[in-house]
């Protein structure tokens, strides 16, 4: 496996335009409940287009500890074997580090609990967006029969369970994680599970679909109402990521904001939902070739308003409503639109502080609150400037760079990471099609 480096920063010397093609990476957050989920049996089970991530380089790292033979196949493809579980793996201090180093390791405890009967893990990590609760994921459990228990001095989630029993549960809200995790339990609980306000974002669906080909039986897949047959055990499959929607949209994002013209390669359009519509609502044109997207390059595109002429605001909703993990990327693109953007983060209260800095890079932004704020388009009369910054999450850390690289003159990217935990090799990629990205490790 790659040896990550603690620090990451990025050299970036905007103003330049980009050409060329990009193909999209397979999708973080399928890739994190989808390996997950072969912990659910003790057949092979065969992974393709696996992205080369933060986050999925330390979850293969946490199964390899807990026991999963894991085999290189091809450069985005492994082979993964959860025969011999080393439960004892739960209850090291390494497995807390590394178990708190990502939000995806959650979603071991559904598959554990189900096939082994117990489950625990200290507080996951992932993105310092907002308060991030778990009650949905433990209440689920509990509704199937498990016992669970919170150290609040050890800040430990522990769970455990004789026989996990199927019945109708209504989630408190349609968390895409807590989905996930009931769902594994589910399928190997005793009888019938209704599974009612479920998340059917993508990484859903293909995780559903990835367990009926082990065995499983799950009706109502794509929708908010899943019902699942328990079954015994669960057998090996072969399953592909589709490309990362996110991704996508942040392309989109990087072609219209450099006034570059992209085309991304085999996006799946097909499972792409309202993201290319609300784009399109920004202004940027898009052509559609086959499965490919083409963003021409456009000096100037011009934010809709909504037919009462009132101004456009984009929101973020469960799926199929537009993902929150959009929205900064949205907001910066706003940022040398013509036209005003009101910007609506609903999920999480803590994701639009990164404003200050475009602002500090000449952006007209007005962060009305921490859910919302309100872009004034510079419409490309004056450009930003370049800066240094310190990157705060994922998604505000791409569209940080994708200020840079719009910008006059140099910006450097401190705690550039948290990138890496969600784009892989995202300098090389970008300065394949000519941006100047340098990283710097340490
Ligand atoms: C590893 C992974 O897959 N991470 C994704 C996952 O995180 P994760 O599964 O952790 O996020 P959840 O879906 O549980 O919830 C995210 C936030 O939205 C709130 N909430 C959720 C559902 C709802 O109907 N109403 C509501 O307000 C929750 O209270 C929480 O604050 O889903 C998030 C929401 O799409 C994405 O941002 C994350 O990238
Ligand atoms: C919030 C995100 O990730 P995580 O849930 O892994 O922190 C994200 O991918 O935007």
Excluded at 245 to 263: K, N
Aim: with cysteine.
């Amino acid at each position: 496996m790659t040896k990550l480096k603690e620090s990451v920063t990025f050299e970036v010397e905007g103003g330049t335009r980009l050409k060329g093609e990009i193909t999209p990476q397979g999708a973080k957050n399928e890739a994190l409940q989808i390996l997950c989920a072969v912990l659910l049996t003790d057949k092979p089970v065969i992974i393709n287009n696996i992205p080369l991530i933060r986050d999925v380089l330390k979850l293969i790292d946490l199964l390899g500890h807990l026991g999963v033979k894991t085999e290189k196949i091809s450069a985005h493809s492994y082979k993964f074997e959860a025969k011999d579980i080393d439960l004892d793996f739960l209850y090291s201090p390494d497995f807390i580090k590394q178990g708190g180093a990502l939000r995806g390791s959650v979603m071991i405890m559904g598959p554990l609990l189900a096939r082994f009967g117990k489950c625990r893990l200290g507080q996951p990590g992932g993105d310092k967006i907002g308060r991030r609760r778990l009650d949905t994921h433990f209440k689920g459990f509990e509704e199937l029969g498990a016992r669970f228990s919170y150290d609040t001095e050890n800040k430990y989630y522990n769970v455990d369970a004789t026989d996990l029993q199927g019945k109708y549960i209504l989630l408190e809200e349609a968390s895409v994680t807590g989905t996930a995790n009931i769902l594994m339990a589910a399928v190997l609980a005793k009888g019938k599970t209704t599974l009612y306000n479920a998340a059917c974002e993508p990484y859903i669906q293909q995780l559903c679909e990835m367990l009926c080909r082990m065995g499983a039986k799950i009706e109502g897949i794509g929708s908010n109402l899943l019902t699942i047959e328990g079954v015994k055990t669960l057998g090996g499959t072969e399953h592909t990521m589709l490309p990362d929607m996110i991704e996508i949209g942040s392309f989109i994002g990087l072609a219209a904001l450099t006034g570059s013209e992209i085309r991304i390669k085999n996006a799946r359009i097909d499972k792409l939902g309202c993201i290319p519509s609300t784009f399109k609502n920004l202004g940027i044109q898009m052509v559609f070739e086959d499965d490919d997207i083409i963003i021409p390059a456009q000096e100037h595109y011009h934010i809709d308003s909504f037919i009462d002429g009132s101004i456009m605001t984009i929101s973020d909703a469960p799926w199929p409503g537009f993902t929150p993990d959009l929205i900064s990327i949205v907001l910066v693109v706003a940022t040398q639109a013509h036209g005003t953007l009101m910007v609506h983060q609903k999920m999480f209260e803590s994701r639009l502080f990164f404003v200050d800095k475009l602002i500090d890079m000449g952006a007209k932004i007005i962060l009305c609150d921490p859910h919302r704020a309100t872009v004034l388009g510079l419409g490309r009369q004056q450009d930003l400037r370049g800066i240094t910054m310190t990157s705060p999450d994922i998604r505000a850390g791409v569209s940080l760079l994708l200020a840079a690289l719009s910008a006059q003159g140099k910006s450097t990217i401190h705690n550039a990471e948290q990138i890496d935990r969600g784009y892989q090799f995202i300098d090389k990629r970008l300065n394949a099609l000519g941006a100047k990205i340098k990283r710097i490790e340490e």
